[in-house]
């Protein structure tokens, strides 16, 4: 049994921190909406008024917040100067590489070990405990991460030192993007072929055509294994977030000066189609704005 500071309750971290309560830690968790600290609550947590409140006496903090800003304030003003030397902190958050290896910066200098340790998977994985972790720390500090996240995780893959769970993170979203972009465009030119859309899936998830995105995360309603296109394309992975992912793939290439014309692609595509006001809407939905039909989202 550990004592664990939760700071971040919304979609993934509700999940999250009722899971490590679940295995019998004791939580302390803190958000700034009231509502999400009642929800903890309900789940075996304890709320607490402050972000400080929550890692005082913590052995691990787990943070998962929106983006690199929030984590960068939220351990300079809160957890670095609050929390018990020593105690192992994990951010779980997808943020910039920059913030992850600067927030690991200043954690090191005041005595902390600190881990970047986004994950894949979303609002079902987190409230199911399978999420997979990406993490980014020292060898000799993995062991101990690892074991931290385990009530949370499906996977726990260490991706390297400081900020490279973050570059798996964002590598591996430009691949689903750019992947999900491609079969949804195969499909459309299929239909225009004639071409029936289950026997096109059987063929291309059998076929050098296969990927996640089409064995997995079929885009075409009714074809393949249940996904959110089964439900008006509802739940799942948001365009927002894949748009949210993709812009920091494109930072961190414009920064690293490695060249993604894949990417950028794929960026400007899903910042169309959000402004279209499809970012609540799943990222597989593109398949219907491919197809010339929009309006069937609606
Ligand atoms: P969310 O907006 O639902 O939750 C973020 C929570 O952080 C909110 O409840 C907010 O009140 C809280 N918060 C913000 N600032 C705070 C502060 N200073 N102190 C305490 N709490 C604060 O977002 P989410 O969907 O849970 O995503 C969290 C992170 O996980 C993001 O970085 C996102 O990119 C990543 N992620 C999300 C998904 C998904 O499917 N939702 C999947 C993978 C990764």
């Not at 690892?146 to 996977?155: T, V």
């Not at 993007?177 to 059998?206: H, K, N």
Request: net charge negative.
């Amino acid at each position: 049994m550990s004592r664990i500071g939760f700071i971040g309750l919304g979609h993934m971290g509700s999940g999250m921190a009722t899971n490590q309560a679940k295995a019998q830690h004791v939580v302390k968790a803190f958000d700034l909406s009231a509502e999400a600290l009642q929800r903890a609550e309900a789940n075996g947590c304890h709320p607490v008024a402050s972000a400080a409140d929550a890692v005082k006496d913590a052995e691990i903090v787990i943070t998962m917040l929106p983006a690199g800003s929030h984590v960068r304030s939220v351990y300079e003003t809160e957890v670095l100067p609050n929390a018990p030397r020593g105690a192992l902190l994990i951010d779980c958050s997808t943020i910039d590489v920059d913030s992850a290896r600067a927030v690991a910066g200043k954690a090191a200098e005041a005595g902390f070990t600190f881990a970047d340790a986004p994950v894949s998977g979303g609002i079902m994985a987190a409230e199911a405990g399978t999420l997979t972790f990406m993490v980014g720390c020292a060898d000799d500090q993995y062991e101990a991460v690892r074991a931290a996240l385990g009530p949370m995780a499906k996977a726990v893959v260490h991706a390297g030192a400081a900020g490279a769970g973050q570059a798996a993170k964002i590598c591996n979203n430009m691949v689903l993007g750019v992947t999900m972009l491609g079969v949804c465009e195969a499909f459309a030119l299929g239909e225009r072929l004639g071409l029936d859309p289950e026997r096109f899936f059987e063929i291309a998830s059998r076929s050098s055509g296969s990927s996640w995105s089409i064995n997995t995360y079929c885009p075409w309603p009714g074809v393949g294994p249940k996904t959110p296109a089964d439900n008006n394309y509802e739940g799942g992975f948001l365009t927002a977030l894949m748009l949210k992912d993709l812009k920091l793939a494109q930072e961190a290439a414009a920064r690293s000066g490695a060249a993604t014309p894949m990417g950028a692609q794929a960026e400007a595509l899903y910042a169309l189609f959000d402004r279209m006001g499809y970012g609540g809407k799943d990222f597989s939905a593109v398949l219907q704005w491919m197809r010339g039909q929009p309006q069937v989202l609606n």
